[in-house]
């Protein structure tokens, strides 16, 4: 083992120490050892600690030059209606053309949520408590029938939840999809390293490894041989979205008829803020390219400031939803563009340099994470459309309050009573739009719309909405 070639290039990368208890480890042990640090580009993480490790934690985001990213407004807000006609038509056209699949990010660990399993298999929805992975594949088969196409699905796990998630689906039976339009890959795992820039040990004989960040996903993404899948079967647009979320229209033809009549690269949905220190990241212009500023790395002043009509100026916050294309996937993913990581510090579980198990109190490290929203300056014509944000977003990312569980269920149902209420029925609400009881439209009966007020119009008579209520 001492003569190994890693054990060397780690030796002479200064990283070494990974190796110091290779004596202890039986021969399996010894072998796990060897393929985690078979993973570390060392070169890679010898650049970080230059560039990220031994400066501040603050350093680094560039504000100079900022301004406001431009936007597509929805009709009703002032943009152009024609146009995002023509958009809806095009998208549509895409959609017939099996032109689209959709992709969701799920390798993340879900801390916030403090939920043991893949978060994806979540329950969501207000009745059936539906998990978010049911919910998108019954978007998936819903719109597979509405434009005459199946579409294909990607999903990006983990190494720690990748297992899990693929006996989810087996065990129930890919919720009706075909299992051959359904494609699970892991996304790549980075070490953490200490403040001092060596590598942590989680246990003797493996590295403290984790997911490298939804940006991940493009080196994954054709790493995994997804992008000449999608090539092959003659798909050109990945609709991204992340899995916690189950509002999303990820299915959506004026957003893909935006995209290919700009020819973007990289398309994004905003929300306009609902407030000046709300948590998104902010669209913004930089010299001429479109960038994403976390809500952490805007200053207050310029998150607060507003135009001569007294509307927030950085008004659009960012959702983390986009479209890309499969050949600027393959570019980033190949080419010597790549997107930078970001530096996380946090309470990694460790062994000290005797072996011991430290289960730190504070931060004692740095975890490597990529962002995909980093991709946008590299994207050629990155065209930002204006979505409502009571039918695109509504995620689930704490156990309570914002972003929980209840918030979520409550949004499903305004939108619920929305779609009914707009196709003529009467279900009573509040003045948020919550009825008193909960019910719920299966994603097969209508998963926007569009497709509710065709289920509902073919429906005689029409379905009683009452507590418990199930369209399907
Ligand atoms: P979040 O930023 O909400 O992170 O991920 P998280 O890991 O799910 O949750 P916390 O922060 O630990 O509570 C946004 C989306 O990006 C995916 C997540 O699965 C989610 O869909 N993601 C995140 C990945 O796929 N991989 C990652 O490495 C990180």
């Known amino acids: 083992m001492a003569t190994h070639p890693l054990v060397a290039a780690f030796q002479q990368a200064g990283q070494g120490h990974v190796f110091a208890h290779v004596e202890a480890l039986n021969s399996a042990q010894q072998a796990e050892l060897l393929a985690d640090a078979g993973e570390v580009d060392l070169a890679e993480i010898a650049e970080l600690n230059r560039t990220l490790v031994q400066k501040s934690a603050a350093a680094g985001v560039d504000l100079s030059d900022l301004s406001p990213a431009p936007y597509e407004a929805l009709p009703k807000n002032g943009g152009n209606a024609a146009a995002w006609a023509e958009a809806k038509r095009l998208g549509e056209e895409a959609l017939r053309a099996g032109r689209v699949a959709a992709f969701v990010v799920a390798g993340g660990q879900g801390t916030r949520l403090g939920y043991d399993g893949p978060k994806g298999t979540y329950p969501v929805t207000p009745v059936l408590k539906k998990s978010l992975f049911q919910v998108f594949a019954e978007k998936i088969r819903g719109a597979g029938a509405r434009y005459g196409k199946p579409l294909?699905?990607?999903?990006?796990?983990?190494?720690?939840?990748?297992?899990?998630?693929?006996?989810?689906?087996?065990?129930?039976?890919?919720?009706?999809?075909?299992?051959?339009?359904?494609?699970?890959?892991?996304?790549?795992?980075?070490?953490?390293?200490?403040?001092?820039?060596?590598?942590?040990?989680?246990?003797?004989?493996?590295?403290?490894?984790?997911?490298?960040?939804?940006?991940?996903?493009?080196?994954?993404?054709?790493?995994?041989?997804?992008?000449?899948?999608?090539?092959?079967?003659?798909?050109?647009?990945l609709s991204y979205f992340?899995?916690?979320?189950?509002?999303?229209?990820?299915?959506?033809?004026?957003?893909?008829?935006?995209?290919?009549?700009?020819?973007?690269?990289?398309?994004?949905?905003?929300?306009?803020?609902?407030y000046a220190g709300e948590k998104v990241g902010h669209f913004c212009t930089q010299r001429g390219q479109t960038v994403v500023i976390e809500y952490s790395d805007l200053p207050k002043a310029m998150q607060e400031e507003t135009d001569a009509s007294g509307k927030l100026r950085f008004v659009a916050g960012s959702i983390a939803i986009h479209l890309l294309d499969r050949e600027f996937i393959r570019r980033m993913a190949t080419g010597a563009d790549a997107l930078p990581f970001h530096r996380a510090d946090k309470k990694i579980p460790c062994l000290d340099a005797a072996g011991n198990a430290v289960k730190p109190e504070k931060a004692n490290g740095v975890k490597f994470e990529m962002f995909v929203f980093d991709a946008l300056p590299f994207a050629k014509h990155p065209v930002i459309i204006e979505t409502d944000r009571a039918d695109d977003f509504s995620p689930v990312k704490n156990a309570e309050g914002v972003d929980s569980p209840k918030t979520c269920a409550e949004d499903q149902l305004r939108?619920?009573?929305?779609?009914?209420?707009?196709?003529?029925?009467?279900?009573?609400?509040?003045?948020?739009?919550?009825?008193?009881?909960?019910?719920?439209?299966?994603?097969?009966?209508?998963?926007?719309?569009?497709?509710?007020?065709?289920?509902?119009?073919?429906?005689?008579?029409?379905?009683?909405?009452?507590?418990?209520?199930?369209?399907t």
């Open 152 to 237: 294909h699905w990607f999903i990006m796990t983990s190494h720690i939840n990748h297992a899990a998630t693929e006996a989810f689906f087996k065990e129930n039976k890919f919720f009706g999809l075909a299992e051959s339009h359904v494609h699970f890959f892991r996304q790549g795992r980075m070490p953490a390293v200490g403040f001092d820039g060596k590598i942590l040990l989680e246990e003797k004989h493996r590295i403290a490894m984790s997911p490298d960040g939804h940006g991940g996903s493009l080196r994954a993404l054709q790493r995994s041989g997804a992008v000449d899948l999608m090539q092959r079967e003659g798909i050109d647009i």
């Open 242 to 274: 992340q899995v916690d979320n189950p509002l999303v229209r990820f299915i959506d033809p004026a957003f893909v008829g935006w995209h290919l009549k700009t020819r973007s690269e990289m398309s994004s949905k905003m929300v306009p803020k609902a």
């Open 415 to 471: 939108q619920f009573v929305r779609w009914a209420n707009g196709n003529g029925a009467a279900v009573a609400a509040d003045a948020t739009g919550l009825p008193p009881f909960a019910f719920e439209v299966s994603p097969l009966f209508g998963y926007d719309e569009d497709s509710f007020a065709v289920s509902w119009a073919a429906r005689s008579p029409k379905p009683a909405i009452t507590a418990g209520a199930v369209l």
